[in-house]
C-alpha cells in the first residue's frame, strides 16, 4: 500500500522539506525555506521543486510555524500527508532507533533540548505544529544519534569519573548518522555486497558540519563528532578539537560565561576564524590559488591536515576498509579536497585516479585507480529520503503487530 511521508529537516534558520512516495521513493514535491527568523540582508525565500520545476517564492517567516504554514500551502493546502517525520538532531540516552511520536516522548525530547541547543528547539517545535494541524497523522522521530549508539564503550566514553558520566550523560554520541548510514547502504548497493559485510571510512563534508564515521559490519564504531557536534574536524564555524584547558582559560577570560565560550567555539572558529572571513572552505581554496602564503592558505593547510589525520586512524580502526566514501556539499563537489585528503593514503593501498576525481559527476562514482586497494567513492546524500524510508519502514511494522 502506498503511501506519503512528508518530511521536515529542521535547522535554525532553515526548514528542509520533501513529500515521498512510499515505498516507491519517487519525490513528489520538495524544496526548503530559507532565512527564518529575524530579518536579514536579503528577504526569506522558499525554494520549491515540484514536477520537474523549481520556483522561488519570497515571502516572510517570522517563525518556523510560519515557514510550515508557507511550504504546507506550495505543497497543496488539502493534501495530508499519510506520515509526517521529523529529523532531529540529539536523541540523548533515549533514542537509538526511528521513534512514534506520543507525548511522554515529546516529554522525553523536552528534557534533553540543552544538547543540541541550536538544533533540537525549532525541531521540537515544529513536532507540536504538526501535532497541532494533523492530530491524527502518526509523527515519526529520527535522530542523528540513533545510527551510532553502536559504538563500544571504549570508543564511546570519555575517561572521566563514572558519576559525572552516568549523572550528566556525558559521552560521546556521535551526529550526522542518517546521513552516515544511507551513503553506507549505497556503497554497499555498488559494490554490490551485503551491508553487514561492508567495512568503509564515510566522510560527511559539508559547507557546515563535517564528520568521519568508522563502520565495521555496516555499523557505526566511532564518529569523529562527540557530546555535542564541536568535536573532530574544523568545520565551517566550529574549531573542533582542541585541548580542554582551552576551553576553561577562555570561560576565564569571558567571566565565566559559557554560552559566549560555546558562540565562540561554535559560531566564530574553524575556518572562519582562521581566515577572519569566510567559513566556507572553497571561499579559502579560491583564495589560496592565487595567495601561497596568508590566511586563506594557513586555513586550507590546517582543513585538510585535521581531516588526513582522522583518515588515517579511522583506516587503522576500521581495518581493511572497503571504500572510502565522499559525501555532501564539499565531499561531492570539490575534487580538490578529494584529492588532497587521498593524497598522503599511499601506505594504506590508496589510489586516486586523478581523470577521474576531476570529472566525478554522476553521482555514484569510484574515482580510485583500478590497483587500488581501497575503492573511493563519491555518493550523494539524501537525509531527507533516508528518513522516510526509516519512517515508512517503522509504521509499516507498528500494522503488522496489530491484531488481525
Not at 125 to 136: N, T
Not at 220 to 226: A, E, F, K
Not at 240 to 265: C, F, H, N, Q
Not at 297 to 318: M, N, P, Q
Request: charged share 25%; glycine share 8%; aromatic share 6%.
Amino acid at each position: 500500500m502506498n503511501s506519503t511521508v512528508l518530511v521536515f529537516n529542521c535547522g535554525s534558520s532553515s526548514l528542509k522539506y520533501q513529500l515521498v512516495e512510499m515505498p516507491t521513493e519517487r519525490l513528489l514535491a520538495g524544496g526548503e525555506a530559507q532565512r527564518i527568523g529575524p530579518k536579514t540582508d536579503r528577504p526569506a525565500q522558499i525554494v520549491h521543486s515540484c514536477g520537474g520545476a523549481t520556483r522561488t517564492v519570497k515571502v516572510p517567516m517570522v517563525s518556523h510555524e510560519a515557514a510550515f504554514v508557507e511550504v504546507m500551502k506550495l505543497i497543496a493546502a488539502d493534501a495530508v500527508p499519510d506520515i509526517i517525520a521529523h529529523r532531529v538532531v540529539h536523541g540523548g540516552s533515549y533514542f537509538s532507533g526511528p521513534t512514534l511520536l506520543t507525548e511522554e516522548v515529546l516529554a522525553r525530547l523536552e528534557e534533553i533540548q540543552d544538547l543540541a541547543p541550536v538544533h533540537n528547539p525549532p525541531a521540537t517545535e515544529l513536532v507540536r505544529i504538526c501535532s497541532k494541524r494533523y492530530p491524527e497523522v502518526p509523527e515519526v522521530l529520527v535522530f542523528d544519534t540513533a545510527f551510532h549508539a553502536t559504538i563500544p564503550s571504549y570508543a564511546r566514553d570519555y575517561a572521566l569519573p563514572r558519576y559525572l558520566r552516568e549523572d550528566l550523560g556525558i559521552r560521546k554520541y556521535g551526529f550526522h548518522g542518517t546521513s552516515h548510514e544511507y551513503v553506507a547502504m549505497e556503497a554497499a548497493r555498488f559494490l554490490g555486497k551485503p551491508l553487514h559485510r561492508l567495512n568503509a571510512v564515510s566522510c560527511h563534508l559539508g559547507s557546515g558540519g563535517a564528520s568521519l564515521c568508522a563502520i565495521v559490519g555496516g555499523s557505526s564504531v566511532d564518529n569523529t563528532m562527540g557530546f555535542s557536534p564541536l568535536q573532530g574536524l574544523v568545520m565551517s564555524t566550529r574549531s573542533g578539537d582542541l585541548d580542554p584547558t582551552v576551553a576553561t582559560r577562555l570561560l576565564a577570560a569571558e567571566w565565566g560565561d559559557s554560552k559566549a565560550v560555546e558562540r565562540i567555539l561554535n559560531k566564530r572558529s574553524g575556518v572562519l576564524g582562521l581566515t577572519g572571513t569566510s567559513g566556507d572552505i572553497r571561499d579559502a581554496l579560491s583564495r589560496s590559488k592565487h595567495h601561497r602564503k596568508g590566511r586563506a592558505h594557513d586555513a586550507v593547510e590546517f582543513y585538510l591536515w585535521r581531516l588526513t589525520k582522522y583518515l588515517g586512524s579511522y583506516i587503522a580502526v576500521v581495518g581493511a576498509p572497503d571504500a572510502i566514501i565522499f559525501t555532501d556539499t564539499i565531499g561531492e563537489s570539490v575534487p580538490t579536497i578529494r584529492a588532497a585528503a587521498c593524497a598522503h593514503l599511499r601506505p594504506f593501498g590508496v589510489e586516486l585516479d586523478e581523470a577521474r576525481n576531476e570529472s566525478a559527476e554522476e553521482l555514484p562514482c569510484d574515482i580510485a585507480t583500478k590497483e587500488s586497494a581501497v575503492r573511493l567513492l563519491v555518493i550523494h546524500t539524501n537525509e531527507e529520503l533516508a528518513i522516510a524510508r526509516k519512517s515508512y519502514g517503522l509504521l509499516t511494522e507498528e500494522l503488522r503487530r496489530l491484531p488481525k
